[in-house]
């Protein structure tokens, strides 16, 4: 088992076996604030910090009969001590939780992660009325503002769906461009069709256009970086020779959408074609904005 499932099973079982699925979310995240590498990072959700990884986890779970579910509530239907099986240091953060925050209500514990962690409380369909008059400065201070339109580039190598999302939102982008060829992912939350769902829960909009992405077959056995860059010269000599109209196309949309950022898998900018394309973008005539690599 994932040491990750290990962790949502040992605080389950610290707080009895049960609990409320929107209390579990919030406990889970004040685990992870006190945590350097977290099995989970969160997102701005709608009703505050939210982790689409453990949800999916804990769907798992529920599958193989570890958890069961009900409209509300989790339960651990294991009966095997998980919480020993983790780390002392990780026992230690769990039982601080739920020693502070364990037998908080709902509202309360939603209340203290907005008050504490306003950034996580930007997409809250609830912030105002959780954290009236001025309490509610905080979550607007957390709120990204940035508005000059600005050509991003992103890959999702290395980390986190929750955490690459978070950059999109960080940085106020407005429209993902996929951008490539085939986009299907082993990595969860990555697959076109759900990371399409992801983008638009937190108000990102997302388009494929894989006219402008490169052929599977022409990324084998790439170990160096000069074997990327014979692809990537290859690749500007062909497809962004003959993809004008879909150049033109992204820069449209640059224009109406003001912020919107180019998704690829690779971490390094050099070793993807996203960055050439954003480059040959930057060329075109009417192109007259920023290019960030995020």
Request: hydrophobic share 35%.
């Amino acid at each position: 088992m994932f040491y990750r499932r290990k962790v949502i099973l040992g605080l389950l079982e610290l707080l009895g076996g049960e609990v409320e699925k929107l209390r579990f979310q919030k406990l889970l995240f004040l685990y992870a604030m006190k945590k350097q590498n977290p099995e989970y990072d969160f997102v701005p959700y709608k009703f505050g910090c939210y982790s689409y990884s453990a949800k999916a986890d804990m769907n798992t779970m529920v599958r193989k009969g570890l958890l069961s579910e009900t409209e509300n509530k989790y339960g651990k239907s294991d009966a095997a001590s998980y919480f020993q099986k983790l780390k002392a240091s990780d026992r230690q953060l769990l039982e601080e939780v739920v020693s502070d925050y364990g037998t908080m209500s709902s509202k309360a514990l939603i209340k203290h992660t907005y008050l504490n962690f306003p950034f996580y409380a930007i997409r809250s369909t609830i912030a105002k009325d959780v954290l009236p008059g001025q309490l509610y400065e905080r979550v607007e201070k957390a709120t990204p503002k940035m508005e000059e339109t600005t050509l991003f580039t992103i890959g999702y190598e290395g980390i986190s769906l929750e955490m690459y999302l978070q950059k999109l939102v960080r940085n106020n982008v407005k429209l993902l461009v996929d951008v490539r060829k085939n986009p299907l992912s082993m990595k969860f939350g990555f697959s076109k069709t759900l990371l399409k769902r992801f983008c638009n829960s937190l108000g990102i909009e997302y388009l494929h256009i894989p006219e402008v992405g490169i052929n599977s077959d022409k990324r084998q056995e790439l170990v160096t970086q000069a074997d990327y860059d014979r692809l990537f010269a290859d690749y500007r000599k062909t497809t962004l020779s003959e993809t004008g109209t879909h150049q033109k196309q992204i820069l449209d949309l640059l224009k109406e959408h003001e912020r919107i950022a180019l998704t690829c898998f690779e971490a390094e900018p050099c070793q993807c074609h996203r960055s050439h394309l954003a480059v040959s973008i930057s060329n075109l005539p009417e192109f007259q904005y920023a290019l960030i690599h995020l």
